[in-house]
């Protein structure tokens, strides 16, 4: 079985993996197409820590070869979206709603897969860069079969954590503000999101000039090459600034554009050990800074809204593909991604 493998010094796409059978409450899933991540690539760079070797892949969708005893909301030949929360479902985290606290779907990778007889680890218990992964049950949403696969494994990272960052996070309002600093796949998605919510002014920031027409189709009211023109359109600062690239420098800009009451909404990645700082005295009207994993996300249910918000033509999906890869193409699919060619590279199998 095909698979792209990091050994803790290189990726390569490998042929002989294998992958074991799903046991109880969970699921096989074939996949059909994968989106590349910046995540993918952080493992890949060191930024995000993780055991070796490893299947990569993480934003995943595909059809159901087989389930595990006990489970009864998918079936074999139905088409599903996966979702990396591989949460227990019975703490009191799950039970509130709020899965992307459980701590059973944080940090515990697994190993369903072998190589040579030897166990590789599981990326955010999904690894949708292979031919075939086994996920929890609860990972797996099944969704309508004219949302085309490849637009649909999208909606399991960017979108959940995108979209969901404005609706289910910072919760914004119609008639707000919002500033977008970064438009890669998840900025492209909070832009959406925004337009979704109603937010009357979406300021989309990014240092790529090319970035506009695409931001502007998602939602963007006005594109900017660098902060400093925000106040020329938001003069007291932004209801909500999301930073989604990962730069302590850029965190604090976000934190500085706010208006009274604002909220900074943290989605890049920055290194583990990374550092940011701000003026106290800037916080006492009412600001926030906040973090977000996974979009707050309830993916069982947030899943199947948003691909119903695509069927009805309010979500964007087919525009965030900007190319597809065969897997064997990952080189390429990584180059053009590190270098921001692409919104979203998918890879197909």
């Known amino acids: 079985m095909r698979g792209v493998l990091f050994d803790g010094k290189r990726v390569e796409v490998v042929d002989d993996l294998e992958v074991r059978d799903p046991g109880p409450g969970e699921v096989l899933v074939a996949i059909s197409a994968a989106g590349l991540c910046h995540s993918d690539l952080s493992v890949v760079d060191g930024t995000i820590p993780f055991p070796v070797p490893v299947v990569l892949g993480h934003e995943g969708a595909g059809v159901v070869e087989a389930v595990g005893a006990g489970v009864t909301h998918v079936a074999p ?14 703490c ?43 996920v929890k049950a609860v990972q797996a949403v099944r969704i309508p079969e ?50 979704i919510a109603g937010a009357l002014t979406v300021v989309a920031v990014d240092a790529n000039p090319a970035k506009e027409a695409v931001a502007r189709q998602f939602g963007a009211t006005h594109f900017l090459t660098s902060t400093d023109g925000v106040r020329e359109i938001l003069p007291t600062g932004a209801d909500h600034a999301f930073e989604c690239v990962g730069r302590v420098e850029l965190i604090r800009q976000a934190v500085d554009l706010l208006d009274r009451h604002g909220q900074a909404v943290l989605l890049g990645v920055p ?16 600001k926030s800074i906040l973090g977000c994993r996974y979009g707050s996300s309830r ?18 999906l087919d525009e965030l593909v900007t190319e597809t890869y065969p897997v064997e193409d990952f080189a390429k699919a990584r180059a053009d991604a590190e270098a921001g060619r692409v919104a979203r590279g998918v890879l197909t199998f």
Do not use: W
């Not at 290194?271 to 009412?286: H, I, R």
């Not at 069982?300 to 033509?313: H, T």
């Open 77 to 90: 030949g139905d088409h599903v979206a996966l979702s990396t929360l591989a949460g227990c479902g019975t």
């Open 271 to 286: 290194p583990a050990t990374a550092e940011a700082s701000f003026l106290v005295s800037s916080m006492y009207l009412d």
């Open 146 to 195: 004219d949302v085309p696969l490849p637009s649909a494994a999208l909606i399991g990272c960017g979108v959940l954590t995108g979209v969901g960052a404005v609706l289910n996070r910072a919760r914004v309002d119609r008639g707000e503000s919002v500033l977008v600093i970064g438009t890669g796949g998840v900025g492209l998605n909070v832009i959406q999101g925004a337009r």
């Open 92 to 134: 009191a985290e799950c039970d509130r709603g709020r899965p992307t606290m459980c701590r059973q779907a944080i940090g515990r990778p697994g190993r369903p897969f072998t190589r040579g007889g030897r166990p590789v680890h599981q990326f955010a218990a999904s690894s949708a860069f292979a031919e075939r992964t086994v």
């Open 299 to 316: 993916p069982q249910r947030d899943i199947a809204l948003y691909a119903e918000l695509y069927r009805a033509g309010r979500l964007l």
